[in-house]
């Protein structure tokens, strides 16, 4: 497991450390492991936080969390429960760190002097702004947008390209989850908790559908992507044929 300190988890977690003490003190988060005299967290804290996030979100109290994660953890196994929890609450997602930069860096890489493209990062997730830094949370994909620029391409319009990606996808992932949720609605009832063997189950059934959903987007994207590149560019190839061809009549 991954190891934190303090300001580490509230980072990961996407919290404050104040919070995290908070949560400790009212038992809704386990104690860290001593090492000398600095509290040292892992991925099972992590995952708590992000739980408890989740249920705080849904206008719970801290006091029904806590009245919650004391039922839903009576006489289970303590392994069992924190792999159900990872499970729940783990990112899909994978990013890198993130990079880091002013606000006037980020308008200036992004081409974006008002700042309306820098916003619409930050409300897709894809750059977080703290005062005067402005942090990309996906590298990887700030460099495609800004090597694109290079061929003429402007932020807004990859912009334009990502929203309606995202609209797609979301409404794909939506599906998705909806039809875990009424598969287990089905078959064990509304609000139903794993019990025993059922919460490996239960873990397992939801780490094969989180590889199959992103195996399956990938796939179909790629798939797509070359049909209707071959479509497309056909087209434009027929266009550049037949004014090749007039050039010629013309000349001739």
């Known amino acids: 497991m991954t190891e934190y300190r303090i300001d580490e988890l509230a980072h990961a977690a996407g919290t404050t450390s104040r919070n995290v003490r908070a949560y400790r003190e009212r038992g809704l988060l386990p104690p860290p492991r001593k090492r000398g005299r600095v509290g040292i967290y892992d991925d099972s804290h992590l995952a708590r936080l992000r739980l408890i996030d989740i249920l705080l979100q849904r206008g719970y109290t801290t006091t029904h969390i806590s009245d919650f994660i004391d039922g839903w953890e009576s006489g289970k196994d303590l392994t069992e429960v924190l792999g159900l929890q990872r499970a729940l609450t783990e990112p899909w997602s994978t990013t890198g760190e993130g990079q880091s930069v002013s606000v006037d860096e980020a308008r200036e890489m992004l081409g974006d002097p008002d700042g309306v493209q820098l916003s619409r990062l930050v409300e897709y997730g894809l750059a977080r702004v703290d005062g005067d830094r402005c942090t990309f949370t996906d590298p990887k994909l700030l460099q495609g947008f ?12 990859v912009m334009d390209i990502h929203e309606r990606l995202h609209a797609a996808v979301d409404g794909m992932s939506k599906d998705m989850i909806s039809t875990v949720k009424s598969h287990i609605v089905d078959r064990y009832g509304e609000g139903w908790i794993p019990e025993g063997e059922d919460v490996l189950r239960a873990t397992e059934m939801l780490q094969i559908m989180r590889t199959l959903a992103v195996d399956s987007v990938h796939s179909l994207l790629g798939r797509t992507l070359d049909r209707n590149l071959q ?12 004014n090749t061809s007039r050039s010629d009549r013309h000349t001739a």
């Not at 694109?148 to 319009?157: H, K, N, P, S």
């Not at 479509?231 to 037949?242: C, H, K, N, P, T």
Request: no cysteine.
């Open 146 to 157: 800004t090597s694109l620029a290079t061929y003429g391409f402007g932020i807004r319009e």
């Open 231 to 242: 479509e497309q560019l056909g087209e434009y190839l027929e266009v550049a044929i037949d």
